[in-house]
């Protein structure tokens, strides 16, 4: 008897979010991704970096940690999450606007800094995204 792995046929909906230009959404843990975001800034420079990126904002349910988590992916590599309440006013707000339980959305993130000047001048990379403002979305 043969036995087949089979992928999941079921696929995640996604939607693009328009953009809005403020990046006004940190986002946590970069500093656990420093080398994820130097490779793909393409290295530190002596000026840093200022540059845009697509993101993927991903609910991420089996999180150990947090079952509530929502995952930051850049060029398909995790580059941080939003902060716990970020995270829940985020669903919130997915929730709010009707979108389906599992959904990804893709937005804009900007990520700075990653300068290297030598003598301990060297700073760390941080990503901020484009996302609606989540402070409307009060959740205790």
Not at 41 to 67: C, I, K, M, Q, Y
Request: hydrophobic share 30%; charged share 40%.
């Amino acid at each position: 008897m043969k036995f087949r792995l089979f992928k999941s046929t079921q696929e995640v909906p996604r939607r693009k979010l328009e953009r809005l230009g403020e990046f006004g959404q940190p986002v946590s843990g970069e500093r656990y991704y420093q080398r994820e975001l130097d490779r793909i800034a393409g290295g530190r420079t002596p000026d840093g970096h200022e540059f845009e990126r697509r993101a993927e904002v991903v609910l991420e349910e089996r999180n150990r940690n947090d079952s509530n988590a929502v995952r930051v992916d850049i060029d398909k590599t995790t580059v941080g999450y939003l902060a716990r309440g970020d995270a829940r006013k985020y669903r919130e707000w997915l929730r709010n606007q009707r979108y389906p339980e599992r959904v990804i959305m893709e937005c804009t993130a900007l990520i700075t800094g990653g300068w290297d000047r030598g003598r301990n001048d060297r700073g760390p990379y941080e990503v901020r995204l484009d996302l609606p403002p989540l402070d409307l979305y009060w959740v205790e």
